[in-house]
Every structure is written in structure tokens, then in C-alpha cells.
T-cell receptor
Framework: AQSVTQLDSQVPVFEEAPVELRCNYS??????LFWYVQYPNQGLQLLLKYLSGSTLVKGINGFEAEFNKSQTSFHLRKPSVHISDTAEYFCAVSGGSNYKLTFGKGTLLTVNP | ETGVTQSPTHLIKTRGQQVTLRCSSQ?????VSWYQQALGQGPQFIFQYYREEENGRGNFPPRFSGLQFPNYSSELNVNALELDDSALYLCASAVSGWMNTEAFFGQGTRLTVV
């Protein structure tokens, strides 16, 4: 079985500040890792994913994440946030022959002026 | 914006009723999955369909059922609605074998059970 823990339910930051959203996972098999963003009343949009190779993954909108196998983490970072980054962010895992995505409970990022 | 479309966008039903939600997959995608997202929670996997057959199911009761049609569009049916079924229902589509790496989500259907 796989599981995802997003360590912060809410993260408030000021505009142009850096941000890190934390994600830890557990799995008995090799994993694929994802970050999705959900704007109010919208579906899920893929920000970035780790499948293999370089552990530093760059995504859309200036976000990046680092896969750390020893710490079973996949934290999302952005060096300078904008008001428009305000949204819910979900970390997800899949792996092995498991086709489904297992999501964390989400982190609400609120960017204040 | 993905090519996955869901209808309706919002729906209000009464407890005990039945509901059908619809999903049109992105062009070229033959696999569809459905997820339930309760308020304040992450999406939970309901089931997946490939070539009109259910080939995976999450921890949901049998009153949650689905169909996939020859054009790969899909329906999610929920019978005997309960208040706890109130949620955002998300459909995702992908090419076979890539659902866990290249899935595209629709905008969702917001179901409210009163």
C-alpha cells in the first residue's frame, strides 16, 4: 500500500517570498511522484512529476521539487511566489503495477500582498 | 486546459436518489478513472475502466458503478445517495498503461446531496 502525508494543511506567505510545501510518502515499491495544483472550483492541473533520472524536477509556473529517496520526501519549492499561486496543492504517488494515484490531503497556499 | 470534459458541473440531489455523471475523455485516450474529492480532502480513487471493462477499484461500495462506451466516454453512477456522497467527482483519462504517469483531469462535477 502507498500513502502520502502533506505536513502542512495551510501555508501563508507574502508575495515574492520563497515557499516550500512538504510531502512525505510511503511505498513498498519504486514510486512515481507528482504535484498537482487545484484552483478554486477547478480540476487538477499537473505541476510536475518525478518518474526516474534526475532527482530535481522542474515544472510549470517556476515550481520545482526534489525527490529524496532516503527521506521518502518530495518537497515542492518556488523561489518567489505571486498572488496568482494561491491555490490548493496536492502531492500524489503511484508505482509498480499500481495504476492509481494516491493523493495527500492537500496544502492550501495563500499568497498575501 | 485538458481535453477531458465533465457534465454537469454542479448537481443537487436528494438522499436516496440515483445520479449519473458523465465524462468525455481526451482524444486518443482509452482509459478513464474516477476520483471522489470530499471537502478538505485529497481525491480518492473510485475505479478505472479500460476498453469498456472495469479493471481496478478502490474502497467504494457497489452502489458506485460505472460504464465506458466504445468512444471511450464514461459514466459514473451512484445509487441510494447518502449525505456523505457530497463531493467533487473528478474524471481522468490516459492512454492505456499511462494512467499513473500521464493522466489528465477534467474540471469535475460538484455533487451536493441534501
Amino acid at each position: 500500500a502507498q500513502s502520502v502525508t502533506q505536513l502542512d494543511s495551510q501555508v501563508p506567505v507574502f508575495e515574492e517570498a520563497p515557499v516550500e510545501l512538504r510531502c512525505n510518502y510511503s511505498s513498498s515499491v519504486s514510486v512515481y511522484l507528482f504535484w498537482y495544483v487545484q484552483y478554486p472550483n477547478q480540476g487538477l492541473q499537473l505541476l510536475l512529476k518525478y518518474l526516474s533520472g534526475s532527482t530535481l524536477v522542474k515544472g510549470i509556473n517556476g515550481f520545482e521539487a526534489e525527490f529524496n529517496k532516503s527521506q521518502t520526501s518530495f518537497h515542492l519549492r518556488k523561489p518567489s511566489v505571486h498572488i496568482s499561486d494561491t491555490a490548493e496543492y496536492f502531492c500524489a504517488v503511484s508505482g509498480g503495477s499500481n495504476y492509481k494515484l494516491t493523493f495527500g490531503k492537500g496544502t492550501l497556499l495563500t499568497v498575501n500582498p | 486546459e485538458t481535453g477531458v470534459t465533465q457534465s454537469p458541473t454542479h448537481l443537487i440531489k436528494t438522499r436516496g436518489q440515483q445520479v449519473t455523471l458523465r465524462c468525455s475523455s481526451q482524444s486518443g485516450h482509452n482509459t478513464v478513472s474516477w476520483y471522489q474529492q470530499a471537502l478538505g480532502q485529497g481525491p480518492q480513487f473510485i475505479f478505472q475502466y479500460y476498453r469498456e471493462e472495469e479493471n481496478g477499484r478502490g474502497n467504494f461500495p457497489p452502489r458506485f458503478s460505472g460504464l465506458q462506451f466504445p468512444n471511450y466516454s464514461s459514466e459514473l453512477n451512484v445509487n441510494a445517495l447518502e449525505l456523505d456522497d457530497s463531493a467533487l467527482y473528478l474524471c481522468a483519462s490516459a492512454v492505456s498503461g499511462w494512467m499513473n504517469t500521464e493522466a489528465f483531469f477534467g474540471q469535475g462535477t460538484r455533487l451536493t446531496v441534501v
